[in-house]
């Protein structure tokens, strides 16, 4: 028989649905039940109201920052065209967790199939590992913007961007795609609770009754290898940055320049800071607490700081951003008194139509 933890009894009756029958003596889970972050019943809805501000923060930060950057030509410029892919990896690496979580925090069904488990991975995953070499790029454009400025524009053309940014892109999707194959190999029949709050591969491997070495060695491998080379390569890149900025001898262009690569700084940070705890040095099953916490802060905090970690850093963005707000409240204030122009006219003609060429002038 598969093994029982003691759960809830909303739990305990969904585990008996979710084990379908195979070879033998054998039952193959068909279904998981995630736990989530907390089984306390008071904490749910508070916990909801929480989380579901800081997404639709993510979501209005990362996607209005990609508007940003669209509509404003004066932000059609490699760095922008690279903050606005990190703002969509962003918001798919948010979005490929929250949503799932929001709803079990209000349902009792906490239920998800091994199609949607295995989905809920790789896209994180292939989010999470684009989100690595876009942070690369960004420091190569930074390299070149500030050590050799006068060869920026031909080195770094849009032309040059996109094709580092379709790289990125590509070895971002196809890696998952590797562990993702591996874990058809596995088999489910201890137990279906995964006790986190979304499908994450290692405790995939907890409750797996095929061995995972092979797969916990090559996601260790793979891990060390792209954590270490990419974030090797943004150091170098900022020390370089670093030392040119120290004998700019304009005080203006060494603080501006310095605000920028601090905020870049910043976010990578957090995130290979993050992501190394988890991967390379995963914690013991003690730790598991600690564990949700690493994973709360790369999968959701993450992708809410850095739209205003990049903007709030940014005088372009924030002259962007101020002219954008200003043109929709003067356009809103013409529409209102266009209204009040117009209803003492519709008032008079209340028995007929009104003066066609007096609206057009007013409208105009």
């Not at 491997?205 to 792209?226: A, E, G, Q, Y």
């Amino acid at each position: 028989m598969p093994s029982r933890t003691a759960l809830p009894l909303s739990y305990r009756e969904s585990i008996v649905i979710s084990f379908s029958e195979s070879d033998g003596n054998k039952t193959q889970v068909a279904e998981f039940v995630l736990t989530g972050l907390t089984d306390r019943p008071g904490l749910q809805v508070p916990l909801f109201l929480v989380f579901l501000v800081i997404y639709l923060t993510t979501m209005v930060g990362n996607l209005g920052l990609i508007f940003l950057i669209r509509k404003d030509p004066h932000l059609h410029t490699p760095m922008y065209l690279l903050l606005g892919s990190l703002a969509f990896a962003d918001a798919c690496s948010s979005s490929s967790v929250t949503p799932k979580m929001l709803m079990h925090f209000l349902s009792k069904d906490h239920m998800i199939s091994l199609v949607e488990c295995i989905t809920q991975f790789y896209i994180f995953a292939s989010s999470a590992n684009t989100e690595c070499f876009l942070l690369v790029v960004m420091a190569y454009d930074r390299y070149v913007a500030i050590c050799n400025p006068l060869l920026y524009p031909v080195v770094m053309s849009n032309i040059f961007c996109f094709q580092l940014l379709s790289v990125s892109y590509i070895i971002g999707f196809l890696h998952p795609m590797m562990h993702v194959s591996l874990l058809f190999r596995l088999t489910f029949c201890k137990s279906n609770v995964i006790h986190y709050f979304y499908c994450e591969i290692l405790q995939l491997f907890k409750i797996s009754c095929t061995d995972p070495r092979v797969n916990m060695l090559l996601i260790f491998i793979f891990s060390v290898f792209i954590q270490s080379f990419t974030f090797m390569t943004i150091i170098i890149s900022y020390s370089y940055v670093l030392f040119t900025i120290l004998k700019k001898k304009s005080e203006k262009g060494r603080s501006k320049a310095f605000s920028t690569c601090s905020a870049h700084l910043l976010s990578v940070s957090l995130f290979y800071g993050t992501l190394f705890f988890m991967y390379v040095c995963p914690g013991s099953e003690l730790a598991e607490n600690q564990d949700k916490m690493y994973s709360i802060f790369y999968t959701i905090i993450i992708p809410l700081l850095n739209p205003f970690i990049y903007s709030l850093r940014n005088k372009e963005v924030i002259d962007v951003s101020s002219k954008k707000l200003l043109r929709l409240r003067s356009k809103s204030v013409k529409e209102m008194e266009l209204e009040e122009n117009m209803l003492p006219m519709m008032h008079k003609s209340s028995m007929g139509w009104p003066d066609q060429s007096r609206v057009a002038s007013l409208k105009k």
